[in-house]
């Protein structure tokens, strides 16, 4: 069974720009969840899908968002792009979320100049 | 915002050694997962102890949980070189759709 894949792995963007990410889950896994990692402030919960639905939104600003295809794949689109979002962007997927284990891609390594 | 905490944050052992690391949350929850990070990779879970189990095992892996302090603990016995990785921590709150992480504890295994 494939794991998590994620794309790109490494992106390099400058200030005020958009990146998108994209997340395709493990096949038949329809919970996605959306992580940001930084030094300072560790993992960072951003939001989490299920069934094309976002359950529930961490504390990021409104230029963080995302969505669920029907095929459970995701995107998550920042826009307006600061230096303090350059980032190790995590996207995990599990069978029904809520507190399930989490399948962890190799994340989206985001870099603003 | 962080659920967990976890502390150490960094400690360094000899390989053959047992690694303790510790775990406190705030909340109550349903479960606590440990989850281990190779440096700029994804995470890779490793147990889970749901909140009316006190201890778990898995291979050299061995958690506690004790629910009245708000505490847990990933015990590595025989440590290897291999071993050498953060270790994060994970609750799930009641009632919630996402699984919350601590700042994790950088191990360190010397051979």
């Known amino acids: 069974k494939a794991g998590v894949t994620q794309t790109p792995r490494y992106l390099i963007k400058t200030r005020g720009q958009q990146v998108t990410l994209s997340c395709s889950p493990i096949?038949?896994?329809?919970?996605v969840s959306w992580y940001q990692q930084t030094p300072g402030q560790g993992l960072q919960f951003l939001f989490e899908?299920?069934?094309?639905?976002?359950?529930n939104k961490g504390n990021f600003p409104g230029r963080f968002s995302g969505r669920q295809f029907s095929n459970s794949r995701s995107e998550m689109n920042v826009s307006t792009l600061e230096l303090g979002d350059s980032a190790l962007y995590l996207c995990?997927?599990?069978?029904?979320?809520?507190?399930?284990?989490?399948?962890f891609g190799e994340g989206s390594r985001l870099t603003v100049l | 915002s962080q659920q967990g905490e976890e502390d150490p944050q960094a400690l360094s052992i000899q390989e053959g050694e047992n690694a303790t690391m510790n775990c406190s949350y705030k909340?109550?929850?349903?479960?606590l997962q440990w989850y281990r990070q190779n440096s700029g990779r994804g995470l890779v879970h490793l147990i889970l102890?749901?909140?009316?189990?006190r201890e778990k095992h898995s291979g050299r892996l061995r958690v506690t949980l004790d629910t009245s302090k708000k505490s847990s603990s990933l015990l590595i016995t025989a440590s290897r070189a291999a071993d050498t990785a953060s270790y994060f921590c994970?609750?799930?709150?009641?009632?919630?759709?996402?699984?919350?992480f601590g700042a994790g504890t950088r191990l360190t295994v010397k051979p």
């Open positions: 995990a997927s599990s069978a029904w979320g809520r507190d399930g284990e989490l399948f």
């Open positions: 096949s038949g896994h329809r919970s």
């Open positions: 899908y299920f069934s094309e639905t976002q359950r």
């Open positions: 909340t109550s929850i349903n479960n």
């Open positions: 102890i749901r909140s009316n189990e």
């Open positions: 994970a609750t799930a709150m009641y009632n919630n759709n996402d699984m919350r």
